[in-house]
Structure formats: C-alpha cells, structure tokens
C-alpha cells in the first residue's frame, strides 16, 4: 500500500519525482526539522511534562509526522524500489491452516494416523499471499453475547456436520438462519455443563465446582473439547481451560471454540508429545473425545501423566470405558480387568470414583512410587523444551523440582519472576490508549474526554509471541480485563513456560520460523517485546512472520510490537506491503526503542 505522501507527490506530479527532486525535498525537509526543534522544542517540552507519563503522546506531535515523512523520502531517495503490495489468496484458503495438509502428507507415505499430524517441513515453499475472510464473514460479537452466539459464515460447519456430530455439546446447540446460538444452562436439566461440572467436583469430594480453586485446580486441558462449552463454563469460575483438539478441515472443535473467544489450539494424540513441559495441568478432562487410551501400549495415557502435575485428575466420559467396567464387575472377583484399569495402576494413578459414563483418576503425589513399577521406565534427563517430539514410553517429571502436588501449592509472587510488575501495569495503560483510529488519523491528536473509548470487550483474546514471565498476562488480571491471553514462549529463548503454567496461565512453546498451530482469525490482539530482534537471530523472515500474524488475526484486529528502532522500521515497511495500518511510537524514554501500533483492515471481497 502506498504512503499517503507518496499518494499526493504521485498526483502531483502525474509519474514518479524525480531523483534529484527529491533531494531537494529532503533538503526541505531537514531544515524544517531544525526549525521545528528550535522553535517549538519549549512548546513540546512544556507539553510533554504536563502530560502523565504513562500515556505515550509523541504520535500526536506534527514532529514525528515531519520525522516519518522524512524517513519515507529518504527510502526514495537513495533508489529504494516501492515493493508491490502482496496478493491475496484464493477461496480455498480462507481456512487455510499450514502444516495440516494431509493430502500431502499421505502422497509422502505417511499412514497410521500421522497424515493428521503437524508437519511443517511439507509446508514450506508455498507463495506469500494474505489469507481472506469468507464472503459472509463479520466481525464477531462482544463478550459476553459472544460466548453464547457466533456468525455461522465465520466457521465451517455445514448443517448436515451438525446434525451428524455425536458430541455432547450439539445438545448445547441451535444452528440458525446466520447464526449459532449455545444454549445457556438456564433451565436444562440434562446433560447440562454445569451439571457435568458438578458431578466431577462431587466425585473428588467438593461440594460444588466453584470450590476447584480452593483444591488446587487452577489449569485444564480439555481434549476434544466439542464446542468449548465445558471450558467456557470453567472460565467463568476463573480457571484456565485450554481445549486441545486435532485439525478438521470443517467443522472443527478449536475453530468453534475461538471464535466464541474461548482458549483452544490444534494438538494431536497420534504419534508426538504435546508442546508443554511435563507437570503442567492440574486437570486433564476428555469427554468423548474419541481416543482409544489404552492403544499403542499405553503411550497416550503416558503423555497424560507427563502433563498432569502431582495430585492432578484425568477425567474420562466415555460409554465405551463404562462397558468395559461393567463386563470386569460382572466377572468373578478379582480374575479379570480392563486394559485402561491394569495400566492406570502402572502410572500409579487411583480410580476416585464412576458414576456413569464418568471416571476419575488421580496421579500419585509420591514420585517414589513409579521406581516400584518396573515395567514403565523412568525418562532420563528433563523435558523442559519439548517440541512436537516423539512420545516416549517412560515417566517424566519425578526428579524436577517442579514436583509439587496441586493440594500443597503456595501463591505465587509476581517478584520472583524479575519482572517489573508496574512497568507491565504502565504498559498496558499505555497499549489501551493506543487502541483506537484516531493515532491512524491524518491529524493525529490527543484524545481528549469528549472522544469515546475503545469499544467495551473489543479485545476477547490476545496472544503474547514472546511472553517472557507472562507479565502483560498478570497485568490484564490485575486490571479485570475480560481477556485471557495465550503466552507464547519462542524456541530457542530462555524458556519460562513451565514458571508461566505455574502462574495459572494458558502457555505453549512455539516455533516461529513456522506457523503457529490455529484457524486464521482467531485472535483479537497480537503483542511481541523482542520477538523482531529474536526472528533476525534465528535467521527467520520477518515477512513470513508478519504474514502468519495477519492470517491468525481477526479483521479490524490489533498488532502491538516492541522492539528496536531498527527491526521496528523494517517491519513498518513491510506492514504497509499487508495493507496494515501502521505507526511507530517513539517511547521518549530515552532508548532506541519502539512500538510498532498496527490494525489489521476488513478487507472485504
């Protein structure tokens, strides 16, 4: 997309200025710009001290215009070719998710279940387009009708799909003209989420769910998570409940689950481990979710107990399990039991209770019990950064000294994470200023009292690309911000998800030399501090970057990225080639650093 001043140097001018006009242009320029230091430096001094500081003003100043127009002559000036403005991608990709081509994958000879897994080694090498919504998409609703109601043209599902879905929650469910209603728990008495919810608290001895907390149960992984319903119910008790479930090509659980805002991404039991460190749930819970636990020796219910933390519970609603229970009960005593039972008692897990097609098992707090258990080995060595690796038919965890029952653990202090809690705090007052058109207006000023706010709950979900200590995370919380974030920790960085899990928040190791496991636009705000410099270190394009972040972006979403001067320019260049619109914020603390402030547009076909 071409800048505004070259838009009105073109019209000008008919053809493009010549190179020596436009040294004289920047000659102009640069005296313009020392006169406007001499004569209005007292001007903006007087103003920027008058102003709180934890709101950034230097994109309202006529300077950093000046300075922008500047930069902008000079890249023309020294020859700098305008690069095109990239296409956009066919019909066919308007859910397109990289790393899930399974036609691709079966010509490769990949079988067994793998076809369905990630792999991105066959992804690569496809031409650089912007991934379009569908022809009758709209911008999702506002939470927190939007948790209960989503536009049917923003997901793929087709009525047929619905009605053929075995899953508990199609119950929860009313396919409309244009829209997908959920179904709230108000009045239904069968196979409500609440009442699920309820059953499992009484099973392991609470009095109701809303005491999950006060027992240590802070962080789900809910598999084949239908609709995200369940999970949406546990996040209104303030858990974090991430649905993992495989790709679809429609009518997919993780799709369904972000577009009403709910925490989800695409993971597999087929033949690798999950992108998590070991102990990272307090809950790991299955309805129906269609895996055969005790296949392939046990590795899945290995791969659980690899994520549960001690003390945790593995929730399990399945008909099949129960008929298996019930064809064990009715033998004689003691001669004969189901596979899922014999290998339940090898990772040392207790059966808390059944009741119905519900079961409930719960990991040993006593990690010297699996040395007693000779047939499954212990791992060697720590999985701290795990990444899509092979599942492995040994026991993780029991030497970290992450090993802490659920029931035993202490709050955390935001200290011992070495952030500055209120540098996070000013920040995100700084970004919510920031959230609006008018720093994209042609006169750039100040809002002012009589100018409306950002759009109540405009902002459902944002993910952190480079998370650190999840610090922007605690912030959101600590400013009852009706957002859940998706820390992201980068490969090949100090690697602090397993402290991020720990805090309760949703986390996943990623590498972002590939694309990041998601439906395009299923985030409403994407934020980085650092990532640009990271990219560059790791010899990854910033282009390819910048293009996963637009396809996983909503339209009208935001983009907020930190960094230097130098990989933040580089990045402004090419967000105009995306059509974003885009302004660099100078911080005015006296560093060389940035923020790069984007809004994605609403391209309409």
Same mark, same amino acid.
């Given at each position: 997309m071409r800048s505004p001043l070259f838009t009105k140097l073109s019209i000008l001018f008919r053809h493009r200025p010549s190179v020596s006009w436009l040294v004289l242009c920047l000659v102009s320029v640069f005296g313009l710009i020392a006169l406007l230091e001499s004569s209005y430096s007292s001007t903006f001094d007087s103003v920027a001290s008058s102003t709180n500081p934890d709101v950034h003003t230097s994109y309202r100043k006529l300077k950093k215009l000046v300075r922008n127009d500047y930069l902008e002559l000079n890249s023309l000036s020294v020859g700098a070719n305008w690069i095109k403005d990239i296409g956009f991608c066919g019909k066919e990709r308007e859910n397109y998710v990289p790393c899930y081509n399974v036609s691709a994958n079966t010509l490769t000879g990949l079988k067994d279940g793998e076809e369905f897994d990630r792999h991105c080694e066959l992804s690569r090498g496809q031409p650089h387009c912007l991934v379009r919504p569908p022809k009758d998409y709209k911008i999702p609703l506002t939470w927190p009708a939007g948790r209960d109601i989503i536009w049917s043209g923003n997901v793929r599902l087709t009525k047929d799909q619905f009605l053929s879905s075995g899953s508990m929650t199609k119950r929860l469910m009313l396919l409309e003209e244009n829209q997908i209603a959920f179904h709230s728990d108000d009045g239904m008495m069968v196979d409500s989420v609440k009442d699920h919810s309820h059953l499992i608290a009484e099973m392991i001895g609470l009095g109701s769910d809303a005491e999950f907390l006060q027992a240590g149960v802070r962080t789900v992984l809910d598999i084949g998570c239908g609709f995200g319903s369940f999970g949406g119910? @546990? =996040?209104?008790?303030?858990? +974090?409940?991430?649905?993992?479930? /495989?790709?679809?090509?429609?009518?997919?659980?993780?799709?369904?689950?972000?577009?009403?805002?709910? *925490?989800?991404?695409?993971?597999?039991?087929?033949?690798?481990?999950?992108?998590? *460190?070991?102990?990272?749930?307090? +809950?790991?819970?299955?309805?129906?979710?269609?895996?055969?636990?005790?296949?392939?020796?046990?590795?899945?219910?290995?791969?659980? !107990?690899?994520? =549960?933390?001690?003390?945790?519970?593995? &929730?399990? #609603?399945?008909? #099949? #399990?129960?008929?298996?229970? !019930?064809?064990?009960?009715?033998?004689?005593?003691?001669? +004969?039991? #189901? *596979? @899922?039972?014999?290998?339940?008692?090898? =990772?040392?897990?207790?059966?808390?209770?059944?009741?119905?097609?519900?079961?409930?098992?719960?990991?040993?707090?006593?990690?010297?019990?699996?040395?007693?258990?000779?047939?499954?080995? &212990?791992?060697?060595? /720590? !999985? +701290?950064?795990?990444y899509y690796q092979p599942l492995a038919h040994c026991i993780s965890g029991t030497s970290s000294n992450r090993w802490v029952p659920i029931h035993d653990r202490s709050e955390v202090d935001p200290d011992d994470f070495f952030e500055n809690s209120g540098f996070w705090k000013s920040a995100l007052r700084n970004y919510w200023s920031l959230l609006s058109p008018l720093i994209f207006s042609d006169h750039p000023k100040r809002p002012g009292e009589e100018d409306p706010l950002p759009p109540y709950n405009m902002v459902r979900n944002v993910m952190d690309m480079n998370a650190h200590y999840g610090g922007l995370n605690a912030a959101m919380l600590e400013a009852s911000k009706s957002v859940w974030v998706m820390n992201v920790v980068p490969l090949g960085a100090r690697n602090t998800l397993p402290l991020i899990l720990d805090r309760g928040f949703a986390g996943i190791l990623h590498n972002w030399c590939e694309p990041f496991p998601t439906y395009p636009r299923t985030y409403d705000m994407l934020h980085a501090n650092g990532l640009l410099s990271h990219i560059d270190s790791q010899d990854c394009s910033t282009l390819e970057l910048l293009l996963e972040m637009d396809r996983i972006l909503r339209p009208e979403g935001w983009i907020i990225l930190s960094d230097t001067l130098g990989p933040i320019e580089k990045a402004r260049m090419l967000a105009t080639q995306i059509r974003w619109e885009a302004r660099v914020i100078d911080l005015q603390n006296g560093s060389d650093q940035r923020l790069l402030v984007c809004q994605k547009p609403f391209t309409r076909k």
């Amino acid at each position: 997309m071409r800048s505004p001043l070259f838009t009105k140097l073109s019209i000008l001018f008919r053809h493009r200025p010549s190179v020596s006009w436009l040294v004289l242009c920047l000659v102009s320029v640069f005296g313009l710009i020392a006169l406007l230091e001499s004569s209005y430096s007292s001007t903006f001094d007087s103003v920027a001290s008058s102003t709180n500081p934890d709101v950034h003003t230097s994109y309202r100043k006529l300077k950093k215009l000046v300075r922008n127009d500047y930069l902008e002559l000079n890249s023309l000036s020294v020859g700098a070719n305008w690069i095109k403005d990239i296409g956009f991608c066919g019909k066919e990709r308007e859910n397109y998710v990289p790393c899930y081509n399974v036609s691709a994958n079966t010509l490769t000879g990949l079988k067994d279940g793998e076809e369905f897994d990630r792999h991105c080694e066959l992804s690569r090498g496809q031409p650089h387009c912007l991934v379009r919504p569908p022809k009758d998409y709209k911008i999702p609703l506002t939470w927190p009708a939007g948790r209960d109601i989503i536009w049917s043209g923003n997901v793929r599902l087709t009525k047929d799909q619905f009605l053929s879905s075995g899953s508990m929650t199609k119950r929860l469910m009313l396919l409309e003209e244009n829209q997908i209603a959920f179904h709230s728990d108000d009045g239904m008495m069968v196979d409500s989420v609440k009442d699920h919810s309820h059953l499992i608290a009484e099973m392991i001895g609470l009095g109701s769910d809303a005491e999950f907390l006060q027992a240590g149960v802070r962080t789900v992984l809910d598999i084949g998570c239908g609709f995200g319903s369940f999970g949406g119910h @546990l =996040l209104s008790l303030k858990l +974090m409940a991430l649905c993992v479930a /495989e790709y679809e090509s429609s009518g997919s659980q993780v799709q369904f689950a972000l577009e009403r805002g709910l *925490p989800a991404v695409i993971g597999n039991f087929i033949s690798k481990q999950l992108p998590f *460190p070991s102990l990272s749930y307090d +809950m790991v819970h299955c309805a129906q979710c269609g895996i055969i636990w005790d296949s392939k020796d046990g590795l899945f219910l290995i791969e659980i !107990d690899r994520v =549960l933390k001690p003390g945790g519970y593995f &929730i399990l #609603t399945s008909p #099949t #399990t129960r008929q298996q229970q !019930d064809s064990s009960t009715s033998a004689k005593k003691g001669s +004969m039991s #189901t *596979p @899922l039972e014999e290998f339940s008692k090898k =990772l040392c897990w207790s059966l808390l209770g059944q009741q119905e097609e519900t079961f409930i098992w719960q990991k040993t707090v006593n990690s010297q019990c699996y040395s007693s258990q000779l047939s499954i080995p &212990i791992c060697k060595g /720590e !999985d +701290m950064q795990l990444y899509y690796q092979p599942l492995a038919h040994c026991i993780s965890g029991t030497s970290s000294n992450r090993w802490v029952p659920i029931h035993d653990r202490s709050e955390v202090d935001p200290d011992d994470f070495f952030e500055n809690s209120g540098f996070w705090k000013s920040a995100l007052r700084n970004y919510w200023s920031l959230l609006s058109p008018l720093i994209f207006s042609d006169h750039p000023k100040r809002p002012g009292e009589e100018d409306p706010l950002p759009p109540y709950n405009m902002v459902r979900n944002v993910m952190d690309m480079n998370a650190h200590y999840g610090g922007l995370n605690a912030a959101m919380l600590e400013a009852s911000k009706s957002v859940w974030v998706m820390n992201v920790v980068p490969l090949g960085a100090r690697n602090t998800l397993p402290l991020i899990l720990d805090r309760g928040f949703a986390g996943i190791l990623h590498n972002w030399c590939e694309p990041f496991p998601t439906y395009p636009r299923t985030y409403d705000m994407l934020h980085a501090n650092g990532l640009l410099s990271h990219i560059d270190s790791q010899d990854c394009s910033t282009l390819e970057l910048l293009l996963e972040m637009d396809r996983i972006l909503r339209p009208e979403g935001w983009i907020i990225l930190s960094d230097t001067l130098g990989p933040i320019e580089k990045a402004r260049m090419l967000a105009t080639q995306i059509r974003w619109e885009a302004r660099v914020i100078d911080l005015q603390n006296g560093s060389d650093q940035r923020l790069l402030v984007c809004q994605k547009p609403f391209t309409r076909k």
